[in-house]
């Protein structure tokens, strides 16, 4: 058994009531740790529950300045109702940002690229499936290939790229499991973080009752299609009110794990409403993964 902390300043983001763009929901961010300072890119409702994307910065990874006006926002059709729930590496000198489009014909993963974080190019799909998201880019590439985590539903899957476009070396790598806490579907949570012991990621599982958790795994470091250890339990759950009654009771959703120093920042959706921190120190964490 390992819990990851909550941070006592919780929640640490809270919706602005006098921005209609994000007066009703904040959650899910994507952060990246980048010359001193955290860098936060949330998902944000209003009143119309179309989903856009905000930015806001901190020293400290706690206490975060918002800019006024969302930095990304629907354009293109797939994404009429929503950009959703972004995952941001910092990769060969630019910033990635995977995304859910969401609109009438349904869900689909795209990615945009930036040298900013502030001004986003469209790069365009990130796979042609409707109905699959949850989808975050390796910081590194293998030999020559990209590779991408994605959900095709139920499971977690990789894909391996050279051009971001065309996909191949398709694997199923984390189903869900019966009667444990990551039952129905799995997800990944934010990017893989490299260890010395092999790339651990953090992802949430949903069980039959609808509840959001997160876990962890290991997996090989240089070939990420091998699973070398998948903890039995989970390591954070809803407990706190701002997690069990919001907008969607009962979720723990992240799309962001941090290093910095010896520390790792894990940002959270509370109840799809508000935004958590919980931290673990990496050693621990690793050593969980390994063999808990
Ligand atoms: C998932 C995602 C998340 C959300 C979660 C709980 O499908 O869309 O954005 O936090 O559901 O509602």
Same mark, same amino acid.
């Given at each position: ?27 899910? $961010? ?25 930015? =806001?910065?901190?020293? +400290? ?8 006006? $969302? ?13 959703? +729930? @972004? ?27 930036? /040298? ?11 796979? $042609? ?23 095709? @539903? ?15 070396? +398709? ?16 997800? =990944? ?17 949903? +069980? ?10 290991? %997996? ?11 903890? /039995?339990?989970?390591?954070?759950? @809803? ?16 799309? =962001? ?23 673990? $120190? %990496? ?5 969980? =993964?390994?063999?808990?």
């Amino acid at each position: 058994m390992f819990q990851l902390k909550r941070h006592p300043a919780n929640p640490i983001l809270l919706p602005r009531p006098d921005s209609p763009w994000q007066a009703l929901n904040v959650f899910n $961010p994507a952060v990246v740790f980048h010359r001193g300072l955290f860098h936060m890119l949330y998902r944000a409702q209003g009143l119309d529950y179309v989903s856009r994307i905000g930015y =806001a910065v901190s020293e +400290d990874g706690v206490r975060f300045s918002r800019l006024e006006d $969302p930095v990304f926002w629907p354009e293109a059709p797939k994404e009429a109702r929503g950009v959703e +729930d @972004p995952r941001v590496v910092f990769l060969e000198g630019r910033f990635y940002m995977t995304y859910t489009g969401y609109s009438a014909q349904g869900i689909q993963p795209f990615l945009a690229e930036s /040298e900013t974080l502030l001004r986003w190019r469209r790069l365009g799909e990130a796979l $042609p499936e409707m109905g699959n998201k949850n989808h975050v880019l390796f910081p590194e590439r293998f030999g020559h290939r990209y590779a991408m985590l994605h959900r095709r @539903p139920p499971a977690i899957w990789v894909a391996f790229s050279s051009d971001l476009k065309t996909w191949e070396d +398709d694997t199923l790598l984390l189903p869900p499991r019966p009667h444990l806490w990551d039952s129905v579907r799995v997800g =990944a949570a934010g990017p893989p973080l490299l260890t010395p012991k092999g790339w651990l990621l953090l992802y949430h599982g949903v +069980d039959h009752g609808n509840v959001y958790r997160l876990g962890v795994a290991l %997996l090989d470091r240089e070939d990420p299609r091998r699973v070398l250890h998948r903890p /039995e339990g989970f390591i954070l759950q @809803p407990e706190e009110v701002w997690e069990i009654r919001g907008d969607v009771p009962n979720v723990v959703f992240s799309c =962001a794990n941090v290093v910095v120093g010896e520390e790792v920042y894990v940002y959270y959706g509370g109840a799809d409403r508000v935004i958590g921190l919980a931290t673990a $120190p %990496l050693a621990a964490l690793l050593r969980y =993964a390994e063999e808990g």
